[in-house]
């Protein structure tokens, strides 16, 4: 227990330079933690941040599809499916939602508030 606390609070502190929210921690927590991934930003023009998000998470010892689980919403054409995206990250349960881009951020702290 005390390994995993470690390795959660590695994990968060990882994304500290991004817009975080931790979802209720009383709510039940799959085996494999899932990361709500939400960005402002294209998939396409995403690319780089995308590679930079694993890299980060592969450095903490989190690996995609071993060990953590990455739920991506990317912008389309506009930033009015933000919120419904946030919303549904939200709703799956993820551990917590990683928001890039102020729309996002918005959208991501919209859909955390009680």
């Not at 402002?40 to 592969?58: I, T």
Request: net charge neutral; proline share 7%.
């Amino acid at each position: 227990m005390q390994i995993d606390l470690l390795r959660r609070r590695e994990f968060i502190s990882l994304l500290g330079g991004m817009a975080t929210w931790p979802l209720s921690a009383h709510a039940q927590q799959p085996t494999m933690p899932i990361v709500g991934y939400l960005s402002s930003l294209g998939q396409a023009v995403s690319v780089q941040f995308d590679a930079a998000f694993r890299r980060g998470l592969s450095q903490m010892g989190f690996v995609e599809g071993q060990n953590v689980s990455i739920e991506y919403r990317w912008m389309t054409d506009s930033y009015d499916p933000l919120p419904a995206m946030a919303a549904d990250l939200v709703q799956r349960q993820v551990a917590v939602i990683c928001a890039f881009g102020p729309p996002a951020v918005l959208a991501a702290k919209a859909a955390t508030r009680p």
